[in-house]
């Protein structure tokens, strides 16, 4: 176990110990615990995106270490974190326990973010599972239980494998169409996390329609945004998709001309999220 998880574990007796102790003082104290619970679950969960086996271990040490007064919401958290470390570490099977029984318990206790927690994770699960009726059913539901819930980067991931899933499908106008409107939902939120989910998926959009040019500039700022949001991991598929670009153009040194004769105007038609997106699945 990493020594971060060790500090925090060997804490926790000690934090009980104070709390049942101290008669009076007892509630305040047990507030705090779950206070800083609470903020070691946001902190674990940014960990996930950017050293898996270590957020994997804090996470298990995370759910063990639930304070006495925790709410449904709170054992929610630790099951949708635990969950997301075990999706990446490729652990399918405990991911997908785990997810479901984040799920079944938010529903119970009519908690939306919890339940769009455990979507993501099914999503992003289902597709190593190849159970592509739970990535339907798991997209199309983040999506709906988001709505009008402040949460901009969970509506940004939702919405992002909600267009991952129509390319799987070959849906390919349904993904560049929620492409933009995360974007533009993005941008009035200048939230880093949703800001990188919406460059990604119009980086994706414009790589299925040949836009080279584009393609890059959304890769970049996509790169930046993930720097701001503190998520290695999301660089990552910048850095990849910036790969992309540079091999294309390599490869095929023609491209970009050709592109600046054939596709002039479609890239304002994106920004302004014109009705036509014939383009976009176009050779």
Not at 20 to 41: H, K, T
Not at 121 to 139: C, H, K, P, Y
Request: aromatic fraction near 6%; charge should be negative; hydrophobic fraction near 45%.
């Amino acid at each position: 176990m990493p020594a971060a998880a060790r500090r925090y574990a060997a804490l926790l007796p000690a934090v009980w110990l104070a709390v049942l102790g101290l008669g009076m003082c007892g509630p305040a104290l047990a507030s705090e615990a779950l206070d800083a619970w609470r903020a070691e679950a946001a902190r674990v969960r940014l960990v996930a995106e950017n050293d898996v086996p270590q957020a994997h271990a804090q996470a298990k040490v995370l759910r063990a270490s639930l304070p006495p007064d925790a709410t449904p919401a709170d054992q929610v958290r630790a099951l949708n974190v635990l969950a997301r470390t075990e999706t990446y570490s490729g652990l399918t099977e405990e991911a997908a326990n785990h997810a479901k029984a984040a799920f079944d318990l938010a529903v119970q206790h009519g908690d939306r973010i919890g339940q769009a927690e455990s979507d993501l994770n099914v999503a992003l699960n289902s597709i190593n599972q190849g159970r592509f009726d739970e990535l339907i059913r798991a997209t199309q539901h983040s999506v709906t239980v988001l709505e009008g819930v402040d949460r901009p980067d969970l509506l940004g991931e939702a919405m992002l494998r909600t267009a991952v899933m129509y390319r799987r499908f070959e849906r390919f106008n349904e993904a560049a169409s929620i492409a933009v409107q995360s974007m533009e939902i993005a941008r009035t939120t200048n939230n880093a996390l949703a800001m990188t989910y919406a460059h990604q998926g119009l980086a994706m959009a414009y790589e299925q329609s040949s836009r080279t040019q584009e393609m890059a500039e959304h890769y970049q700022h996509m790169r930046e945004q993930s720097r701001a949001a503190g998520s290695r991991l999301l660089e990552g598929f910048a850095v990849a998709g910036l790969s992309v670009v540079s091999t294309t153009l390599i490869l095929f040194p023609a491209r970009l001309a050709e592109e600046s004769t054939l596709t002039t105007g479609h890239a304002d038609c994106v920004d302004a999220s014109c009705g036509h997106w014939s383009w976009v699945s176009s050779p």
